[in-house]
């Protein structure tokens, strides 16, 4: 390992420049990642008292994105600096790549399980009877999915020698017997990674889309009680108001993962079909698994842009209710 590590010390002038940005790339997101959701995790972690079941499902979807962080991406940053050879052995070969489909697995059925819970809350209100124990339950579940359907990792990666060479391994996948397997398994993979849970939600955000936009042409009470008019408009418009708020967040990271996602299992699963026909360029593989990785940073981001117009909004709200208030007060006393 130390002989590896001084050749690729002693090879880092003789890195193409595509290498060195793909590097610089990477550690960039890595540092964004870290730090954006280990601020999330500490900021939900500290406030308890006050935490939604959006901030339940939030919470996780950090801890699943700071996992990736440490786990996928330093491998990716490893291969990359050791020109694609595994020193680490075929245990780590194998845990290393069930880690990486348990994070992206999880981060996906949280994600259904969130796009379900806003659709109760909006579409189905007085039904909905969904307790913090039962998130608790939903996310527990979602974990416990992604750990067993990400098993067939531990059989299919292994560490092997690289092709043509007798000393140099690689970590890649060597537990097919025929090709047909690795058809059927990447397309069950993304299918319920990516293909069945997009078109769920997309049909839970077509409904809730739905029910938002007839509750903001409705929400006008018709009272003759100018103050009680006030004070419904603003529990109403409040109340309108932070579930829009709550399903703009859950679709704008639920679009950012899709968008971030698709064009790698779209084009791998192109690949797959060619009989290896037609491969993905390596540079081509480099800018997609970038941009799927990438998505783990943004989510933080979204969280923060959202809780701060959130906030805001609110505040906006609450003035203008104060002042209808006083208006209709007023115009009482006159009469």
């Known amino acids: ?58 919470l996780n979807l950090a801890i699943g994105d700071l996992t990736i962080c440490l786990c996928t991406m330093t491998s990716e940053l490893f291969l990359l600096i050791f020109d694609q050879q595994w020193i680490l052995g075929n245990v780590a070969c194998k845990l290393t790549l ?9 981060t996906t059925f949280i994600n259904v ?12 209100p007085l039904q909905s009877r969904i307790t913090f124990r039962r998130v608790r339950r939903i996310i527990l579940i979602c974990w416990l999915s992604s750990l067993i359907t990400a098993i067939p990792q531990l059989f299919i990666f292994e560490q092997s020698f690289i092709p043509g060479s007798s000393t140099k ?20 993979f993304a299918s319920y990674v990516l293909v069945i849970p997009a078109f769920c939600m997309t049909i839970w955000y077509i409904k809730i889309i739905n029910v938002v936009t ?34 703009h967040l859950a679709m704008t990271i639920i ?43 943004f989510n933080p981001f979204i969280y923060i842009i959202f809780n701060h117009r959130r906030k805001r909004s609110s505040t906006i709200v609450l003035a203008l209710g104060r002042t209808s208030i006083q208006i209709s007060r007023t115009k009482s006393r006159r009469k």
């Open 1 to 58: 390992m130390n002989n590896l590590s001084s050749n690729t010390t002693a090879s880092y002038y003789l890195w193409s420049t595509d290498k060195k940005i793909r590097i610089f790339i990477l550690t960039i997101i890595m540092c964004i990642t870290l730090i954006g959701n280990s601020y999330i995790i500490f900021k939900l972690l500290c406030n308890r008292r006050h935490r939604t079941r959006l901030q339940l499902f939030i």
């Open 255 to 297: 679009i950012v993962f899709v968008v971030c996602w698709t064009p790698y299992m779209v084009l791998t699963l192109i690949e797959v079909y060619s009989n290896r026909y037609w491969r993905i360029p390596s540079w081509l593989d480099g800018v997609l698994q970038t941009i799927s990785l990438a998505q783990s940073s």
């Open 98 to 106: 069930y880690i990486q489909v348990v994070t992206l697995a999880s």
């Open 214 to 247: 007839l509750s903001t042409h409705t929400w006008m009470p018709k009272v003759e009680d100018q103050s009680t008019t006030a004070t419904s408009i603003v529990s109403s418009s409040g109340a309108s108001l932070a579930k829009v708020k709550t399903v």
């Open 169 to 188: 391994y690689q970590c890649a996948s060597t537990g097919y017997t025929a090709e047909w397997q690795r058809r059927i398994y990447f397309t069950t």
């Open 113 to 124: 399980a969130m796009t379900y819970d806003r659709y109760e809350a909006v579409c189905c």
